[in-house]
Nanobody
Framework: QVQLVESGGGLVQPGGSLRLSCAAS????????MAWYRQAPGKQRELVAR??????DYADSVKGRFTISRDNAKNMVYLQMTSLKPEDTAVYYC?????????????WGQGTQVTVSS
């Protein structure tokens, strides 16, 4: 059974940094793309960053501040967040598409809370 487990969220002051991690496990195939989404209270879930086939893309609001990276050997995806702002406060979700013998399916992690506040 495929699982995505996030870690690394927490409370940080404006201007600070956090690193989120997501471990993907299970299945018989590969994970691609892998991405981070976020959802703030009262707002829709939005794409933050995505990594696939050696390319990355970012939401305009995080360009230059956030960096997504992957360790394909470990099926891990990371989100390094710097210069955090209060508006970055949200639940951050790991997302990945797993393609294997059974087909191609999209999976979500349980989410990790990031709060940016002084």
């Amino acid at each position: 059974q495929v699982q995505l487990v996030e870690s690394g969220g927490g409370l940080v002051q404006p201007g600070g940094s956090l690193r989120l991690s997501c471990a993907a496990s299970g299945g018989t195939g590969s994970f691609d793309p892998m991405a981070w989404y976020r959802q703030a209270p009262g707002k829709q879930r939005e794409l933050v960053a995505r990594a696939t086939s050696g390319t990355t893309d970012y939401a305009d609001s995080v360009k230059g501040r956030f960096t997504i990276s992957r360790d394909n050997a470990k099926n891990m995806v990371y989100l390094q967040m710097t210069s955090l702002k209060p508006e970055d406060t949200a639940v951050y979700y790991c997302n990945a598409r797993h393609t294997g013998w059974g087909g191609s399916w999209e999976y979500w992690g349980q989410g990790t809370q990031v709060t940016v506040s002084s």
